[in-house]
């Protein structure tokens, strides 16, 4: 059984404690991002880089469930991996325009490429992300942008809870 079933049977309890979180801590401003590893490996992640709920709150619960079930680049969450399942949660700050790489730290600032309609997010301070290039290249490729195409760069901070 897929864990988007159970999580839809627990909706309403998820609802009640996203709201009373909402009502103690709300940013309405902000997006955030859910991470899922089993064994320190990537298994979903799933965000926003703004709001599109009335809270944080309800951004970080809409987007776990859609970490664990709808990240297209893995099957659904089983019961089974429950227990092996560890969470991060990225809240992101305020996205900011930049002219060059330079003005990116990959242990600081998560990137935004954008050309055209097209835009690709990556994290700061990710494993194997080691350099500014490696993180505009990933951040490029998310974004279906080739090396040949011109590009915007956006930088945004993070507080990561884990």
């Not at 279906?144 to 507080?159: A, C, D, N, Q």
Request: glycine letters at 10%.
């Amino acid at each position: 059984m897929a864990v988007s079933g159970d999580l839809c049977e627990n909706w309403k309890a998820a609802e009640a404690s996203a709201g009373r979180s909402a009502r103690r801590n709300d940013r309405p401003d902000c997006g955030a991002f859910v991470s899922l590893l089993v064994h320190g490996q990537l298994r979903g992640c799933i965000g926003t880089t703004g709001p599109t709920t009335e809270s944080v709150a309800w951004e970080i619960v809409q987007n776990a469930v859609s970490a664990c079930s709808r990240d297209p680049r893995f099957p659904p969450v089983t019961v089974s991996e429950l227990g092996s399942l560890e969470y991060s949660v990225d809240v992101l700050g305020q996205p900011e325009p930049i002219s060059s790489p330079a003005e990116l730290d990959v242990k600081k600032h998560g990137a935004i490429v954008s050309c055209g309609g097209r835009r690709g997010l990556l994290l700061p301070d990710l494993e194997g992300v080691d350099t500014v290039e490696q993180q505009i290249g990933i951040a490029r490729q998310k974004g279906g942008i080739s090396s040949r195409e011109e590009y915007t760069l956006e930088r945004f901070e993070v507080v990561r809870h884990t």
